[in-house]
């Protein structure tokens, strides 16, 4: 599975982005199921932000609960996280994977928040 993370960028604290994670098997058709947000600042290990399931079931990090909604395309080929009044310590690279890293990492979309 191909993971393409995008729509990352600088943005001001209290400010939004929308971050989308594209998933596909080269030359097949692949529908996504499970699957979650993760995030790694500098220095410090990858962290799980949200997971959505493939009934729709959501969990997230207690840290973005209220602010972050993880959602899928009607078509489960596509992942988003809506994150919204962003605070500095948001900043990160953000991936997309299956529950526990299923699938090779992606090469992420950084995230910094401005204070």
């Known amino acids: 599975v191909q993971l393409v993370e995008s729509g990352g960028g600088l943005v001001q604290a209290g400010g939004s982005l929308r971050l989308s994670c594209a998933a596909s098997?080269?030359?097949?058709?692949?529908?996504?199921?499970?699957m979650g947000w993760y995030r790694q600042a500098p220095g410090k290990q990858r962290e799980v932000v949200a997971i959505?399931?493939?009934?729709?079931?959501?969990n997230y990090a207690e840290s973005v609960k209220g602010r972050f909604t993880i959602s899928i395309d009607s078509a489960r080929t596509t992942v988003y996280l809506q994150m919204n009044n962003l605070k500095p310590e948001d900043s990160a690279v953000y991936y997309c994977?299956?529950?526990?890293?299923?699938?090779?990492w992606g090469q992420g979309t950084r995230v910094t928040v401005s204070s």
């Open positions: 959505i399931s493939g009934g729709g079931n959501t």
């Open positions: 994977n299956g529950p526990s890293g299923t699938y090779a």
């Open positions: 098997i080269p030359g097949k058709g692949f529908r996504i199921n499970n």
